[in-house]
C-alpha cells in the first residue's frame, strides 16, 4: 500500500446526504475481485446519461474537477452495503480523501485498509471547505496528514482529529498484510518452535 503523507488537490463538492455504496459502484459491477478498472464505473447511474453519454451537470464531469483527488461529500458517506468495491472504485478513480461530517463505518474502516484518508469535521468546517470545493479550478485543498491540516486555496487551515495507529498506517503504508509481515520473525520462530514440538504435525 502506497504511504500518505501529504496531498494537494483538486476538490469535487457533493453536498448529497447518504451517498451509499450502491451509488458509488451500483450492483451490477461487483463481479470482479479486481481492485483495477473499477474507476470508469464510479457513481455510474449520477455520472452517464441512459444512453451511455457523461451527465454534463455531474460535478466529476465538468473540466474543473475531471482530476479530483479529494471529494467533500453530505453527511454519512458510504452508507448501505457493506462492499469493499466502493474504496476500490475512488481509489481506481483518483480519489484519495473524502471530507464529511460522518462516514458508515465498515466504509470508513475500509478506505484506511486502501490506503484512502476520510476525515470527519463539524458541520461549519464542512461548509466552509464545501464554499472552498466549489470554486471550481480554484478549488485546491491540501491535506497533511502529519500535522492533522486541511489548508484552503485562500491559506485558511483547519485541524482534523484520527485515530493514532490508523495514522501510523497510512504514513507506512501498511495494510493488514504489512502489518503481519512486520511480524514476520516472531511468526516464523513460533513456526519452528511449534514443528520442534508437534512434528507430527509437518509429515
Known sequence: ??????????AAPMPIRNIDTDMIIPKQFLKTIK?????????????????????PEFVLNQDAYR???IIVA??????GS?????PWALNDFGIKVIISTSFADIFYNNCF??????????EDTLNKLMDD?????????????VSQTITGPDG????????????????EGLDDIGLTQQKSDKIDDFEAKRKADQPWMYR
Open 74 to 79: 453530505g453527511d454519512n458517506f458510504g452508507c
Open 156 to 171: 485558511g487551515e483547519v485541524k482534523f482529529e484520527i485515530d493514532e495507529f490508523r495514522k501510523h498506517c497510512l504514513l
Open 133 to 145: 470545493a466549489e470554486r471550481g479550478a480554484n478549488a485546491t485543498l491540501t491535506v497533511d496528514l
Open 82 to 86: 457493506s462492499r469493499e468495491h466502493a
Open 35 to 55: 481492485r483495477e478498472g473499477l474507476g470508469k464505473n464510479l457513481f455510474d447511474e449520477m455520472r452517464y446519461l441512459d444512453d451511455g453519454s457523461e451527465n
Open 113 to 122: 485498509k486502501n490506503g484512502m484518508l476520510p476525515i470527519r469535521v463539524d
Open 67 to 69: 482530476n479530483a483527488t
Open 1 to 10: 500500500m502506497e504511504k500518505f503523507t501529504k496531498l494537494t488537490g483538486v
